[in-house]
C-alpha cells in the first residue's frame, strides 16, 4: 500500500536582491500553499523571496523545508522547520528542483533560472512569476 505524501511545492526567487513586491507576493505564496497543506521548500535563507514565503507558510500553520548552501547558520530563515545543511553552494538547486513536485519562480536571478533551467530539464511544472518578458520567452523557447 502507497504511503500518501503531501506535495512539495519549491519556491524560488532572489535574495538580497529581491524586490519589494516580489516579497509580498512571496509571502502571500507561502501562506496559500499551507492552506493547501503542502510543504513549502525554499532554499532556507532569511532573504528576499525564501524568508518570505517561508514565512508566510510557517504563519498559516505550514511545513517549511530548507536547503542551505552553506554551514552558516546565521543564513537560516527563523521560519525554516526543517533546515537540510548541504555545503554544495549552487549544486542543492539539483536538490530544491527533485525534491519538489513543482516549482515557482518568484522573481528572477543567475540561481533562480539555474533552478527553473533544471526543472524543465528534469520534466517538473514550473509557474513563473516575473514580469521579465525576455526571461519568460527564453524559457519558454527551452521546452
Same mark, same amino acid.
Given at each position: ?7 512539495? &511545492? %519549491?519556491?524560488?526567487?532572489? /535574495?538580497?536582491?529581491?524586490?519589494? %513586491? =516580489?516579497?509580498? *507576493?512571496?509571502?502571500? @505564496?507561502?501562506? $496559500? ?9 525554499? %532554499?532556507?535563507? +532569511? ?15 505550514? @511545513?517549511? &523545508? ?6 552558516? =547558520? ?10 537540510? !545543511?548541504?555545503?554544495?553552494? *549552487?549544486?542543492?538547486?539539483? !536538490?530544491?528542483? @527533485?525534491?519538489?513536485? $513543482?516549482? !515557482?519562480?518568484?522573481?528572477? /536571478? ?16 514550473? !509557474? $513563473?512569476?516575473?514580469? +521579465?518578458?525576455? %526571461? ?8
Amino acid at each position: 500500500m502507497k504511503k500518501h505524501m503531501k506535495k512539495i &511545492v %519549491g519556491v524560488m526567487g532572489p /535574495g538580497e536582491r529581491a524586490r519589494e %513586491g =516580489q516579497v509580498l *507576493s512571496a509571502y502571500e @505564496l507561502g501562506r $496559500l500553499i499551507a492552506e493547501e497543506g503542502w510543504v513549502t521548500l525554499t %532554499g532556507g535563507r +532569511n532573504a528576499g523571496v525564501m524568508d518570505a514565503v517561508s514565512r508566510g507558510a510557517k504563519e498559516a500553520g505550514g @511545513l517549511t &523545508v530548507g536547503i542551505l548552501p552553506t554551514r552558516d =547558520q546565521k543564513m537560516i530563515s527563523d521560519a525554516v522547520d526543517i533546515p537540510i !545543511i548541504t555545503d554544495m553552494g *549552487s549544486g542543492r538547486n539539483n !536538490i530544491n528542483v @527533485l525534491t519538489s513536485d $513543482l516549482i !515557482i519562480a518568484c522573481g528572477m /536571478g543567475t540561481g533562480t533560472a539555474s533552478e527553473v533551467a533544471l526543472a524543465l530539464k528534469a520534466h517538473k511544472p514550473v !509557474i $513563473l512569476m516575473t514580469e +521579465n518578458e525576455d %526571461g519568460k520567452r527564453f524559457f519558454k523557447g527551452l521546452k
